[in-house]
C-alpha cells in the first residue's frame, strides 16, 4: 500500500466557518507535509512535522493550524479564512526529511473553495 | 540563493513525437533531483529521481533524465509521447542541509500532446 489518502476531496467553507482536511498514510513515513497550490503553479510549502514534531512552518498565517496526532495522520484546522485561501491542499509523505530515501509520496488534494 | 528554473512554461507537441522539458537549477549545497508529474484534478507523481550512481536516470512510463552537474542541468527526455502523457510537469531539488532536506519545485512545464 502506497498511498496518500485525503479528505475532503472538495471542501467549500465561508469565511466564519471552523473545518479541517485530513491525510493519513499507512507506509510507516515519519515525515510529513502540507503543501499548497493554486492553479497553474507549483506546491507552496507550508509545514514539515518530522517524527510526529513541528520541524518547519514557512511563515504560515495562524489560521492555519496543523496537528500529528501520530505517525499516520496529519489535519489542517481552518479558521477564518480569506477567499484568497482558496486553492488544492495537498499532503504528502517521505520515510525521512532528509529524502536522501527517495521521494515525496502525494495524495490527491483537497480542493478547498472560500466564500 | 538556491533555485530552479524550467525554461518553458508550455511545449505542444504532436503524439508520437520526441519531447523534451528543460530544467536547470542552482545550489551551493549538494542536491538531489526529481521529475513529478501532474495529471489534471490530481496529487503530484513521481517520474524519476536521482540520488547518486549513474547520470542516466531511467523512470516510469517510458521517461528518462540526465543529471548535468556541470551544466546545473537536469532535463527529462521521452522519445514516443502519447496523447496519455497530456500534464504538468515539475523539476524539483532537493537541497541538502544538516537540518534535513527542503524540495524546491520549479515553475512547471504544461505538456501537450496533440493527435
Redesign the interface.
Given at each position: 500500500d502506497t498511498e496518500?489518502t485525503?479528505t475532503p476531496k472538495h471542501l467549500v467553507m465561508g469565511m466564519t466557518n471552523k473545518k479541517s482536511l485530513k491525510c493519513e498514510q499507512h507506509m510507516g513515513h515519519r515525515a510529513m507535509y502540507w503543501y499548497k497550490q493554486k492553479a497553474?503553479?507549483?506546491?507552496e510549502?507550508m509545514f514539515v512535522y518530522?517524527y510526529e514534531k513541528l520541524?518547519?512552518n514557512e511563515s504560515v498565517p495562524s489560521r492555519f493550524s496543523p496537528e500529528c496526532p501520530n505517525s499516520s495522520l496529519l489535519n489542517l484546522h481552518l479558521h477564518a479564512l480569506q477567499p484568497e485561501d482558496s486553492a488544492l491542499y495537498?499532503c504528502?509523505s517521505s520515510q525521512?526529511?532528509?529524502?536522501?530515501t527517495?521521494?515525496?509520496?502525494?495524495?490527491?488534494?483537497s480542493?478547498l473553495t472560500v466564500l | 540563493a538556491q533555485s530552479v528554473t524550467q525554461l518553458d512554461s508550455q511545449v505542444p507537441v504532436f503524439e508520437e513525437a520526441p519531447v523534451e522539458l528543460r530544467c536547470n537549477y542552482s545550489s551551493s549545497v549538494s542536491v538531489?533531483l526529481?521529475w513529478?508529474v501532474q495529471y489534471p484534478?490530481?496529487?503530484?507523481?513521481?517520474l524519476l529521481?536521482y540520488?547518486s550512481g549513474s547520470t542516466l536516470v531511467k523512470g516510469i512510463n517510458g521517461f528518462e533524465a540526465e543529471f548535468n552537474k556541470s551544466q546545473t542541468s537536469f532535463h527529462l527526455r521521452k522519445p514516443s509521447v502519447h496523447i496519455s502523457d497530456t500534464a504538468?510537469y515539475?523539476c524539483a531539488v532537493?537541497m541538502?542541509y544538516n537540518?534535513?532536506?527542503?524540495?524546491i519545485?520549479?515553475?512547471?512545464t504544461?505538456l501537450s500532446v496533440k493527435p
Open positions: 496518500v485525503q497553474k503553479k507549483p506546491p510549502l518530522s520541524s518547519i495537498l504528502a525521512e526529511r532528509r529524502l536522501n527517495g521521494e515525496l509520496f502525494f495524495g490527491e488534494g480542493r | 538531489y526529481f513529478y484534478n490530481q496529487g503530484l507523481q513521481l529521481k540520488l504538468e515539475f532537493c541538502i537540518q534535513g532536506g527542503k524540495l519545485f520549479g515553475q512547471g504544461e
